[in-house]
């Protein structure tokens, strides 16, 4: 081996290290996108575009007044639907789904992009 290749390679990064800082160019802190119920509301009340990422029969429990319905594993072939010129609040039944779907958002360009923390079950506007 070359004494060029033998460097590169002693030197590389590490698997682990290496998705760790792809993950942090990619993904902002948690702190940054999950937001409280009490921040929803003021976003929502201010007019940002809201996202239930539910599947559709989830929904008999209840939506969000003007939120828009796009299941979790929709997101990928129709986030195109998502305004990336304005705030996009979204939620799911627990606050798991509405996380995925807002880091995927977030690798897709959309910055200002938050899931409620608790989703539905804790977020109630009127």
Known sequence: MLGRERHALENRPSDEKRREEELSVVIPPLEQIVISPEKATELWAAGAYVLDVREPFETARGIVPAANLIPLGQIPERFAEIPGDREVVIYC???RRSLDAACFLYTKGFKVV???DGGIS????S
Do not use: T
């Open 122 to 125: 804790r977020w109630r506007p």
């Open 93 to 95: 039944a627990a606050g």
């Open 114 to 116: 938050y899931s409620v």
